[in-house]
C-alpha cells in the first residue's frame, strides 16, 4: 500500500511523519536506541511480522536513520547501527514514553526509568528553553512564521501552542 | 479497519502510539494547539477526509484528549477544546518539529520557530535534567527497569537510550 504524503502542509511535523509516522517505525527505532542491532531481536521485542520489519528498516535506512553493517561473515550477517540523524529521534521516543507513563500507565508502575549518566539519577526530562534557560511550562510556547513561512502562515503571524 | 494494538510490549512508547501513533492523529492535534477548534478549519489545514477527521476527533474525544464543546446553538456546532492530558501532548509535537526542522528541512528555512512566552525569544526547546537542572546531551540517557518492569526487562538492567 502507498503512503500518500502529507501534501501542502508547509509543516515540518508532518515532514517528520512521512518519515516516521508509520505503524511500528518508532517502536523498530525504541529497539535500536535501546542497543538491539539485530533483525530477530528487533522482530522478538516489536512482535512484527518479518516482511514488514524488512520494508520498514529498508526504509529507515534508505532516509539515513540507521545504517546497515556487517558484523559476521560466516554466516553473513548484519546489524543496524543508528547515524546521526537516527539518534536525534531519542527526544521524540522520550516524550512518548513520558507521556505513556502519566496518561495510560502500566499496572505497577512505568516499566522504564530514565538515567541521566552525567549525574547518575533518575531524571524526569524536562523542555528548558535554548534562550533563558528556565523550564518550559506548559502553554508557554507560541510559534511564529519562519523564514520557510508561506504567505498564508506569514498572515496568521504567531499562534499559541497549546 | 480494527487498530491491532501492540500487545505483550510493557512499553510506555507503544502504549502512547496505542492512542496517537495512528496516521493523521498527530496532525489533528497539532491544529487543536495551535489554536483552530472548528471542524472545518481543522479539516482544510490537514487535508484530511471529512470521514477520517470524524472518526479520529471522536477517538481523541474518547480518550480524553479533546472535549467537544458547544459553541453556537443556532446553527448548532461545536469545537473541540484541549484538555490536560491532550495539552501534554505539545512535547512529542516540539520534538517532532525540530527533527523535521533539522533533517526533512522545507525549501527557505523553518515554516514556524517556536518561541518562549516567558522570555519573549526565540527558543529551541532543549531537554535538561529535573535532577542536575543540566542540558541532556545527545546519548546521556540510559533507560533502569522500573516498579512496572516485566521480569525480563528487570532481567536485562540497565541499557542504553541512544
Redesign the interface.
Known amino acids: 500500500m502507498p503512503y500518500r504524503p ?18 511500528w517505525t ?2 523498530v527505532m ?1 529497539e535500536v ?3 538491539r542491532r539485530r533483525f530477530a531481536e528487533i522482530k522478538r ?3 512484527i511480522a518479518p516482511n514488514i520489519l524488512s520494508d520498514r528498516l529498508q526504509t529507515l535506512v534508505g532516509h539515513g536513520l540507521l545504517e546497515r553493517q556487517l558484523y559476521s561473515e560466516h554466516p553473513e550477517s548484519y546489524e543496524y547501527v ?1 547515524t ?2 537516527g ?33 547518575g ?12 534557560g ?17 504567505n498564508e ?1 506569514l498572515a496568521e503571524g ?5
Do not use: Y
Request: hydrophobic share 35%; proline share 10%.
Open positions: 502529507f501534501v501542502n502542509q508547509n509543516c515540518s511535523i508532518a515532514r517528520a511523519l512521512e518519515v516516521v509516522g508509520e505503524r518508532l517502536l525504541r536506541l535501546l542497543g521485542n516489536v512482535g543508528l546521526g540523524k539518534l536525534d529521534l531519542a527526544p521524540i521516543l522520550i516524550a512518548l514514553q513520558q507521556w505513556g507513563d502519566r496518561h495510560a500507565p502500566a499496572e505497577g508502575g512505568p516499566p522504564r526509568i530514565p538515567v541521566h549518566t552525567v549525574c539519577h533518575d531524571t524526569q526530562p524536562q523542555l528548558s528553553c535554548s534562550h533563558c528556565k523550564p518550559i511550562g506548559s502553554g508557554e510556547l507560541q510559534v511564529r512564521p519562519g523564514p520557510g513561512a508561506s502562515q504567531t499562534l499559541p501552542k497549546g
